[in-house]
């Protein structure tokens, strides 16, 4: 005989694994669960009444124990088949400090492997782009402002006084026009701003700055709305959990982006031990840059500790790493500038050429991989979250790496085929 509430309990069970991921959908089994837990209930009450029906009872009750164990063998394939399908899809978790492109590489994925973007999602970024634009030529100007106290170089144009006072007075709820997108415009154009740009790395700005400020106009017309380009340039904090599902050769994957600021991370250290690939973004290009948190920390210190503590943590410890050493395209600028990377603390040490970008590239990673205690295979790459051609390659490498992942786990290995 079943004992009562065995098929509750195995549900309760069920939902209880699955509580982390959020409220289960409406699905079959959600539907059996339902039936199921009415049924048990149900047929309590019939066990308690069974003493006053006699024996005539025992034929029905006989049949009811028949439909539960039917019920029950029903609900262990649903559930069987359930875990089946979690086991087949390939978690993959992006991990990396604050502004290091994460979000960036997310939105291409979902470009070459999802949905992508269809014209009502792109039109929802134009308020995003607008706010990115304005808030960085406010940035320049009040930086130039502040760097013309000890520099004639850093005065704007005194023609464009009133333009330029006309966008401060902006705030957040305002929109690019066609008249702010003309002040801005020639404002990019004065001497003084281009001036305080090549001095970025000393304060905060969006790094997408000059490639919206170069098309500004476009920005402004009333008709415009973002290009697929446009939406993977434009910037806004991601809090929480973001994921995307998507399927490649067959393969399911499924991909998280997390915040990256100190203030996210407590939030997802410890929630994903069983992702199958951990792909952790550093900019490498930010060894002359501070935090947005504290204008303080070198970016490429915090990302260096970050992946130190992540290579090295005990939610981790079977999981494959990808190390994606992001926006080499800005990184090749600077050390083009005379940028040397001996300016980042942790980059002191380097003996080499610094105006050789393969040299200094090859340091960077080596000082990344130090930082794995525990001798885990750690999977570099020198990527560029804005070229999509960059990102599909480096994925084929992930999927390698997924794949090897599964097989072992299955006890196989590549050489078996």
């Known amino acids: 005989m079943i004992c009562p509430g065995r098929t509750a309990r195995k549900v309760l069970a ?36 069974l003493g006053k029906m006699g024996m005539c009872a025992s034929t029905e009750m006989s049949k009811g124990t028949d439909a539960e164990r039917e019920r029950d063998r029903q609900l262990q394939r649903e559930l ?21 492109g994460k979000s960036t590489l997310f939105k291409q994925m979902m470009i070459l492997y999802g949905d992508g973007f269809g014209e009502a999602e792109r039109e929802s970024y134009r308020s995003i782009i607008s706010g990115n634009v304005i808030d960085s030529m406010q940035t320049l100007v009040e930086q130039a402002e502040e760097f013309e106290e000890k520099a004639d170089a850093f005065k704007v144009n005194a023609k464009l006084k009133d333009g330029k006072e006309e966008l401060l007075q ?34 905060q700005l969006n790094e997408s700055a000059k490639f919206y400020f170069d098309k500004v106009e476009e920005l402004g017309d009333p008709d ?10 434009s910037r806004s904090r991601t809090t929480g959990v973001i994921e995307n599902n998507f399927t490649i050769d067959g393969n399911r994957f499924q991909m998280y982006d997390v915040g990256g600021q100190r203030s996210e991370r407590k939030k997802w250290i410890h929630c994903f031990e069983n992702v199958s690939c951990l792909l952790f973004v550093a900019a490498i290009s930010s060894y002359n840059q501070t935090l947005f948190e504290d204008n303080t920390t070198n970016r490429l210190v915090e990302a260096l500790d970050l992946f130190e503590e992540v290579s090295n943590s005990r939610w981790f410890s079977r999981t494959s790493i990808v190390l994606f050493l992001n926006k080499r395209d800005v990184f090749q600028e600077k050390i083009e500038e005379g940028i040397p990377i001996t300016v980042c603390p942790e980059l002191e040490d380097f003996q080499g050429d610094t105006g050789d970008y393969g040299e200094c590239a090859d340091f960077i990673i080596d000082v990344f991989l130090d930082r794995n205690k525990k001798g885990k295979s750690i999977h570099p790459h020198l990527t560029c979250a804005t070229d999509k ?8 490498s992930v999927k390698e790496v997924v794949m090897k992942k599964s097989l072992e786990a299955a006890g196989l290995t590549a050489n078996a085929f």
């Open 389 to 396: 051609n960059n990102v599909n390659l480096v994925f084929d």
């Open 224 to 233: 415009y709305i973002p290009t697929e380009a446009d939406v993977i340039r």
């Open 80 to 100: 069987n088949k359930q875990n089946q399908n979690s086991e087949e899809i390939h978690k993959l978790l992006l991990l990396g400090a604050g502004q290091s």
């Open 170 to 203: 902006i705030r957040g709820d305002d929109t690019l026009d066609e008249k702010i997108a003309g002040i801005i415009k020639l404002l990019w154009a004065d001497p003084a701003i281009k001036a305080t740009y090549e001095r970025r790395a000393e304060f």
């Open 14 to 49: 069920f939902l209880k694994s699955k509580s982390s991921s959020g409220p289960p959908r409406p699905t079959a089994l959600s539907l059996s669960l339902s039936f199921s837990i009415r049924g048990e209930k149900k047929q309590t009450k019939s066990e308690g009444s």
